[in-house]
């Protein structure tokens, strides 16, 4: 066989359309397809979003279909994309993600500008209900237990840099304001303006250089917070919530707060927000239990939670003294130390290696491999609305798991690998091998296999 040389390739005029090369598809996408027009995705959704755009009888630029616009936002939580321009980008780079999204070999993928848009035609109640949808479909498939429920948050990096932040009595800037402190302190002449390298050094060597949220703002993003990242780098940041079921490792509500907002004022929301997605999603199971860590513990919250008919697993931080009951409320002292003894539990040490366990995978899934640690959208109602498809991406991907075994289109890519190596060992250990992208099957026809010490010369 001769080598191929790489020539300067020239376009051609014309191209029949039977010409053009065609995309083996990818399974994984196949699938998910297939789960969504068995649940009649797309029609439910196109009805739904009419009511937003303009009437048949009034002319005007069609839009892309609204289940297009979802499944791209998808297309970002499996590919691990955090921008809808690399959304935009994949989209049009792949020909299995265009079929993914019913588009032809000579038709172009939507650019990011009309995710844009589309997303700002469409109110956040849509956003809501296409999460309730995918519960739904979960609770079709037999998979929601949703008595039990784990509660923990994470931090997201806002679109915003921490230089841009102003003084929200004055409107000065960082610079400006450490200039007005020096020549307060006489540092340097009232009419002299100091160099850059004068404010850095009075900036590092001065006390109480604390930002607080109360004083200092952001002009790119008001709802941003300054707050202290899990790397522990201070930030402009948002808050994410998530209330997971513990028997499924279903996400029952995901709800974006301000990073400021501690997470015992939170806990009881969130958990509410969790059992009126399934009752809008026509599903009759109750919350009765739930369980998070230390810092979710508050007296209060205890109370609040005994009053809705909760039984909270909270683990309780130790105090230097024991806590003094005399002006508190009886009720409010039953409901703490009830929360006390459960957590003495072997039940309620079990719910608590298994929140760990459960509702911080689901922070991996959505914010580190599923590209939402770090948020391109401003604004507390956009990045809600991007953070939810995530989070009901994410139920998708538990969903398929169950249903044919791969929850992401990366998991393929392992299974490819592993085929390959027992493939390699066919001659030596006599294995027969069907492989497939929908499944591995392994038959052993030798089952005992010889030592390798053991083989005499």
């Not at 969504?36 to 002319?59: Q, S, T």
């Not at 297009?68 to 959304?87: H, K, P």
């Not at 995978?361 to 580190?368: G, I, L, P």
Request: net charge positive.
């Amino acid at each position: 066989m001769s080598m191929g040389r790489r020539k300067r390739r020239q376009e051609s005029l014309f191209v029949a359309t039977a010409d053009l090369a065609r995309s083996a598809g990818h399974p994984f996408y196949r699938k998910l397809n297939e789960l969504l027009a068995e649940a009649e995705f797309d029609r439910w959704i196109e009805g739904r979003c009419e009511p937003y755009y303009e009437a048949a009888d009034h002319p005007g630029r069609v839009s892309i279909p609204p289940g297009t616009f979802f499944r791209m936002l998808l297309v970002g939580y499996f590919e691990g994309i955090d921008s809808q321009r690399g959304i935009a980008w994949r989209c049009g780079d792949s020909r299995s993600l265009a079929e993914f999204l019913n588009y032809g070999q000579q038709e172009a993928t939507p650019d990011h500008s009309t995710l844009s848009y589309t997303r700002k035609r469409l109110p956040p109640e849509v956003f809501d209900e296409v999460f309730q949808f995918v519960l739904k479909l979960a609770d079709e498939k037999r998979l929601i237990g949703g008595k039990t429920v784990g509660v923990d948050s994470t931090t997201l990096e806002a679109n915003a840099a921490m230089k841009s932040i102003l003084r929200r009595d004055t409107g000065e800037d960082w610079k400006q304001y450490v200039v007005r402190l020096m020549k307060e302190e006489g540092k340097i002449d009232p009419k002299d303006e100091p160099t850059d390298e004068e404010i850095r050094r009075f900036d590092k060597g001065r006390k109480n250089k604390k930002v607080s949220n109360d004083e200092w703002t952001s002009p790119v993003d008001p709802d941003a917070r300054i707050t202290q990242l899990k790397d522990g780098r201070t930030h402009l940041a948002y808050k994410a919530e998530h209330v997971v079921d513990l028997e499924s490792d279903l996400i029952l509500a995901a709800e974006i707060r301000p990073a400021d907002h501690g997470d015992s004022q939170t806990l009881c929301d969130s958990v509410l927000k969790a059992q009126e997605n399934l009752q809008q999603a026509e599903i009759e199971t109750q919350i009765e239990e739930i369980a998070a860590d230390k810092g979710y513990h508050s007296a209060g919250t205890i109370e609040l939670c005994d009053a809705l008919g909760l039984r909270t697993y909270l683990p309780e931080p130790k105090h230097a003294h024991d806590r003094v009951w005399t002006d508190k409320s009886p009720e409010l002292q039953r409901a703490v130390y009830e929360n006390r003894r459960r957590m003495k539990r072997a039940k309620g040490k079990r719910l608590g290696r298994l929140r760990s366990e459960r509702v911080e995978r689901s922070f991996a899934h959505v914010c580190d491999s599923g590209g939402m640690r770090r948020s391109w959208l401003r604004g507390l109602v956009d990045v809600t609305k991007r953070y939810l498809i995530a989070a009901a991406a994410h139920n998708l991907g538990r969903i398929l798991r169950r249903l044919f075994g791969v929850g992401k289109p990366k998991s393929l890519q392992g299974l490819r690998a592993l085929a390959a190596l027992l493939q390699l060992t066919v001659a030596t250990f006599g294995i027969t091998i069907a492989t497939g992208y929908d499944r591995l099957i392994v038959s052993i026809k030798c089952f005992a296999i010889p030592h390798p010490r053991a083989t005499t010369s």
